[in-house]
DNA sequence: GTCTATAAAGGGATAGAC
DNA sequence: GTCTATCCCTTTATAGAC
């Protein structure tokens, strides 16, 4: 998929090795302390230099900041995006794009960049759209087209609003372990608590969607 | 429901007129611009006063920021307890529920909390501690013993694992609303598309839940 | 590009008069 | 309790030497 682009590249080379230093240790200050607490002093403390090379490479503290999310955020949409489903069946693509939903979701790399996100997404509206499309939206989507391809019978499974089904799927799946993960720093869970609470889900999203002689002829779950 | 305890009440009288009113000028402050951008001066720019004042009234910005987090959770807990469910049948409870959670989840009160407690939940563990327990947990809490209580085959519902489908059910109806208020800062929903988002959710998680013939005779939906 | 040194502003917090 | 005035510290950002 489209890698994130960047906000605007400021003056100097884009790249250089100093500049990269500087970026990675900005990230690690940031995803810890967030914006207003990192301050410059502490991260030169880290990458060795001086203030003047910091200014040098970035505009300011806020470009230095967008630059920040952007790095982060194009390694998390990455990996979402490297989800392939092709060739699989309903459940097994259901069980499969979960465990890594859930897997990714609650990573301590881009549960950092979702606080972080959340925090300053008034002052940075950019950020938050940004984060938001190449995150969860793109999750929903892929799961929506993926929903819609198997949406013929299979396992008695047919949706009409795929894009509904795709949220409620990745909503039942994430959403407690993400907000205790965001408030009570809750470890990551493990990788068979995933298969197990993934098993779970998808078993219940499919029993949701089950057709049934009672069921309506519409069959579906009109929404918005 | 239980009030949330102050978390320590500082030196002078806890209750004066100039204190309420350094209070909730601080509740709007914080809330807008978050810990860090909050300023003493910005403060006392809007209630009138002194410096001097706020410090004879609190200990310090971190206890400011504290009361302020309580004054705020008290009054959504408050409005969450608030839901009584005695004598509703289980889909008219549901839907009782569930247009009072959406509609208090995506307040803008309740967003503003929400953002300001993620963002400083590392500095502040208590303060995201106190959020999660008066606040999701009381509500899955709620359901959980709501769902239980109609756990007889009413409606051929019957459910092994109330907490789980508690959340699922919380979490299908809130999710992506939350998650879009709290990132591009969506509208909250009207009080129709809440009432129709509802019943979409009520209905298709009555159908997760209805008995089969065809059932394994388990029935849950095995969790963690 | 990279450093040292410093500017200019604003932050939290307090002393002391009333 | 409330004010004025101020202390002391940190912040972002830059000037100027190399």
Redesign the pocket.
Known sequence: MQQIQAIKPT???KT????DAILEAAVELFLEVGYG????????AHV??????????F????R?FEAVVDEVLSEVSTAMSGIDLAGFGLRDGLQYVGEHLLHLVTSKRHIDLARLVIAEAQRFPEIGRIYYDHGPALAYKGLSVFLLEHSNGEGSFRVTDEDTAAAWFASMLIHRSFLERLCIGTEPPSSRQIEVKVEAVVTAFLDMYRLRATMKSEGGYPCD
């Open positions: 003056g100097p080379a250089s090795a100093k500049r607490a990192a301050s410059i002093n502490t991260l030169i060795g230099g001086s203030k003047a090379t910091v200014y040098a490479h505009e300011n503290k806020e230095l």
